[in-house]
Each structure stands twice: as C-alpha cells, then as structure tokens.
C-alpha cells in the first residue's frame, strides 16, 4: 500500500513551457485535492475532485487544469509556465468527509521551479 | 482577512520544555479543527483532532475555544524529534467536501 504517490520530485521549467503533474492514490478515495504551499505560507487548495469525472476549483486555480477519468488518477496541468507558479504541490486524497473524519493523505510533493 | 491565523514564531526550546502554539480562527461556522506536522521539505501529516472538550495524545494536548475562536497545542517534555512546523487546520461547517484550511504554520526546534 503506497498511499499517495507524485511525480515528478523535483522540476525546472522555462516560462511558457507546459507540464502534468502526477498523482496516484491506492487507497480507493473518492476525494483529491491538489495544493500549493510557497515558502512560509499555509496551504492553498487549487482544485479538488470528489469522484471519478467530477472536479471544481478551489481558491486559486487560475494557471492549472485538472481532470479525474480514475478513482486512482488525478493529474494537475500548468499550460502556460509562470514564475509565479513555482511553488511546492502536494496532492492529497481522503474518505468522503463525514463527522469528525475529515484527515486528508498527502504526497510527498512536488517542487517546481520556473525561471 | 485570513481563515487561519498562527503564531508567527519560531520557537527555540530546550530538550524537556513545555512549549504552547496558539491558533485563531475567523469564520464562526468552522466546525472541525487539527494539528497537522509538517518536518522539513515533507508533507503534512495529521498529528491530532482537537475535541471541544479538549484531548490529550500523550505528550500532546489540544484544547479549542469556540467563544474565542482559539485552538491551542501544548507539547510537554520536548523531544528533540518534536521539530517541525505545526499548521493548525479548520473545516468549516456542514462542508461536505472536507475542505481544509491551513494556517502558515509554526515552526519548532527542539535543541539538545
């Protein structure tokens, strides 16, 4: 049982240049989520997905795109590099929240650059 | 106006201190409330629920005022493994996404 995997660790892009981020989860979530964490902030979420061809934005999506054709999959997609996206990504997958049971699995993370 | 607010810190402590992080909270409808760990250049993990009467998970206690929209971690006896960032978390009510809400973290260095 992996949990969350992404690929890749580590990237350096030229602006404009365009990349997928890959995330996998083996724990038969229905939730992902994809976020952003810059140096010295809290996370903020990009976009989520609650099932299998569902998605919808979260607080900053502006830049990305994302798509769900799998339980297991959820790529998030920069068309169009920019130096404002360099950042650390993390994606994250959970149960469908209900009570108290809202604790979300994170990847390791993805740290991209764009210069 | 930010969801999730943190102590700025960091905080420097020696090996067995008592060390407290403060949390506040602006939207009033929050319902659910976490300490998440976050070690250098990893991902966050959950550390605990904070219950509004208030739990302990060893070395750990968290406590959570609704009327003051305040959450609290207090680390007793600090292990040198305790150094990390803490990001105190918040869902808000009724979300059935389970959309979380991440303050900036605090960071900890526990030191010999």
Known sequence: NAGVTQTPKFRILKIGQSMTLQCTQDMNHNYMYWYRQDPGMGLKLIYYSVGAGITDKGEVPNGYNVSRSTTEDFPLRLELAAPSQTSVYFCASSYRPSGSTYEQYFGPGTRLTVT | ?112
């Open chain 2, 1 to 112: 106006r930010k969801e999730v607010e943190q102590d700025p810190g960091p905080f420097n402590v020696p090996e067995g201190a008592t060390v407290a992080f403060n949390c506040t909270y602006s939207n009033s409808a929050s319902q659910s409330f976490f300490w998440y760990r976050q070690d250098c250049r990893k991902e966050p993990k959950l550390l605990m629920s904070v219950y509004s009467s208030g739990n302990e998970d060893g070395r750990f206690t968290a406590q959570l005022n609704r009327a003051s929209q305040y959450i609290s971690l207090l680390i007793r006896d600090s292990k040198l493994s305790d150094s990390a960032t803490y990001l105190c978390v918040v869902v808000d009510r009724g979300s059935t996404l389970g959309r979380l809400y991440f303050g900036r973290g605090t960071q900890l260095t526990v030191w010999p």
